[in-house]
């Protein structure tokens, strides 16, 4: 994760069921639904003020650490999530289907 949101918190919004990073005035999110110890990943979404500055992949880290720090596991359909967890698959550990592993 870049310096610049390594201090950035990340927000649960429980009222839109999201994970939210605001950067500079602007919100990437990550769409969710918790059921349980479960927590579905079903979409991410960054504007286009932050493409490419790392924003997304922030997000990402920072609500995976979230799941890990809480005890939940995490059920990824969200396509950006699961491209983040090929680079990754040391975070497979979280998964609820345990696939990856």
Request: aromatic share 10%.
């Amino acid at each position: 994760m870049r310096e610049e949101f390594l201090h950035l918190p990340l927000v649960r919004n429980d009222e839109n069921s999201r994970f939210e990073l605001e950067v500079d005035g602007h919100t990437a999110f990550i769409e969710f639904k918790q059921r349980d110890e479960k927590i579905t990943l079903i979409h991410t979404e960054s504007p286009p003020e932050l493409e490419g500055r790392g924003a997304a992949t922030a997000l990402v880290e920072k609500t995976l650490n979230y799941i890990e720090s809480n005890g939940y596991k995490m059920v990824p359909f969200c396509p950006f999530v699961l491209s983040y967890l090929k680079r990754h698959p040391e975070w497979n550990r979280l998964r609820a289907d345990n696939k990856g592993t």
